[in-house]
């Protein structure tokens, strides 16, 4: 890694190596501005008086980590990743929402309804994945502010979710879902051998199962139910289904196996992308886009 240098008006000088850093710390020409990421300040030195070479940030946007990376003249001088709050923030807010919900069956003052708040904007995403956006873009200003960057890469990938659980699927298919030709019950009763999924039984009336409990944040998606019996569901109630099932590990993974695989990260990056792009544009740097890779234009 290399140490930031800022001049005496705090503008970003090319970085140097720690040697040279600990020397001009040591000989009281330089001092600590910041601790990370680590940045001196130089009391002799001007910009003006100094050649700055060009240096280029590079971005690798994901669903729970962001990778940062500036480059001079191909050599990286300094990287780091950033990790995102999104799923805690998704989770804070499910939380918060359950807790409004249960206000209405208490006896509190009423609260007159509020409408300034409710519209959103046409690019309106959630919280959870604008926490990412905001994130990245703190980053990118706050690494101008100590190097002089004068360009932006940014990796640009789209992930097709239908494409990663079915690699077959093409043409109309795409259009017609996984239940296309089913409706939901006949879905499950297919995908669970008609059986209730804890106890194997199947002369009995077979109700529909939250694995991960409704109350606790679960879903209505397809991936979200299963098939049980009226005695194993009562049975179950809101635990969560590794509770319930904690003396039959067997068992347990075999349900969740069986369940689909979540696709929230890639989801994440999907929607955050063209956002992103359009935050790092506001900067006003030249920003590149590679698709699967840096591609340099």
């Known amino acids: 890694m290399f140490v930031f240098v800022l001049d005496t008006n705090r503008k970003p000088l090319d970085s140097c190596g720690c040697a040279r850093a600990r020397k001009l710390l040591k000989s009281g020409r330089a001092s600590v501005f910041r601790r990370y990421p680590f940045t ?81 904007s046409e690019s309106w995403l959630p919280p959870s994945l604008m926490s990412r956006v905001f ?38 298919e795409y259009q017609q879902g996984e239940l296309a030709g089913y409706e939901l019950r006949e879905y499950l009763l ?7 999924v804890y106890c194997r039984a199947t002369d009995t009336a077979l109700e529909v199962e939250h694995i991960h409990p409704k109350s606790k944040g679960g879903s209505n998606r397809v991936s979200n139910l299963t098939l049980a019996c009226n005695s194993c569901n009562q049975a179950k109630g809101n635990q969560d289904i590794k509770d319930f099932l904690s003396g039959q590990p067997d068992l347990l993974k075999r349900i969740l196996n069986q369940v689909k695989k979540p696709l929230a990260d890639t989801a994440a990056v999907n929607a955050t992308q063209w956002k992103l792009k359009e935050v790092l544009e506001a900067t006003g740097l030249s920003i590149e886009v590679g698709s699967g890779g840096y591609q340099q234009y």
């Not at 998704?90 to 509020?114: C, E, F, M, V």
């Not at 873009?137 to 990663?164: G, H, N």
């Open 40 to 120: 001196i300040i130089v009391h002799d030195l001007e910009v003006k008086n100094c050649v700055t070479h060009e240096h280029r940030l590079k971005i690798d946007p994901g669903a729970k980590t962001t990778g940062l990376a500036i480059l001079q003249d191909n050599l990286v001088i300094w990287g780091a990743e950033l990790t995102h709050r999104g799923f805690k923030i998704k989770k804070l807010l499910s939380n918060r929402g359950a807790i409004r919900r249960n206000r209405r069956n208490r006896k509190t003052r009423y609260r007159k309804p509020r409408f300034r708040n409710r519209k959103r």
């Open 135 to 172: 994130n990245t873009e703190t980053w990118v200003q706050r690494l101008i502010k100590y190097c002089p960057i004068t360009a932006i890469s940014q990796e640009l990938v789209r992930f097709d979710t239908q494409l990663m659980q079915n690699s077959e699927i093409s043409g109309v």
């Open 190 to 196: 297919e995908k669970w051998n008609r059986k209730c």
